[in-house]
């Protein structure tokens, strides 16, 4: 993606890492969830991600939400209410984003967490997804989950 926008005239550009997403395969070692491909335990915690109820279980394990019906495969990831983790979900729900541009919606390419320079809105885009008549630059929420947060805090 830094090519095709480098193409396209933009500078200064660069992407996030999937080390900065809670997808570590180091985490994964420890709990023996490790497969025989760093690739294939990434992708299947994208598709779980890609799931409503398993987003909604991991995001309310790591915000320290109590939800009323919890999933029992969220609690065998190695994931815990800590700021560190609570930035990584934020960053994985950008990686989901590119990852469904791709899988679902068939763009050519995506990239996430890509930071552009000289642009006049700061530059910072969570998904930038390549299709065959342009691009789509996106942006999350994530003060949405800090919303949600409070909002269950209250009750």
């Not at 990434?42 to 939400?65: C, H, P, Q």
């Not at 729900?93 to 990239?111: D, F, P």
Request: one cysteine or more; proline letters at 7%; aromatic letters at 10%.
């Amino acid at each position: 993606m830094p090519d095709t926008l480098a193409q396209r005239g933009y500078t200064g550009i660069s992407e996030a890492y999937v080390e900065e997403t809670l997808i570590q395969p180091e985490r994964f070692e420890d709990y023996h969830l490790i497969t025989t491909r760093t690739a294939s335990v990434a992708r299947e915690l994208l598709e779980k991600l890609a799931t409503k109820s398993f987003r909604i279980a991991l995001r309310s394990s790591v915000y320290g939400i109590p939800i009323p019906t919890p999933i029992g495969e969220v609690s065998s990831y190695p994931f815990s209410p800590t700021p560190e983790d609570q930035r990584r979900f934020d960053k994985t729900m950008e990686l989901l984003m590119a990852y469904l541009c791709v899988a679902e919606l068939k763009a050519s390419s995506a990239s996430f967490g890509v930071k552009v320079g000289g642009t006049p809105s700061g530059g910072d885009f969570d998904c930038i997804a390549n299709f065959p008549r342009g691009m789509i630059f996106s942006r999350l929420r994530p003060q949405c989950s800090s919303l949600i947060t409070r909002r269950y805090r209250k009750r």
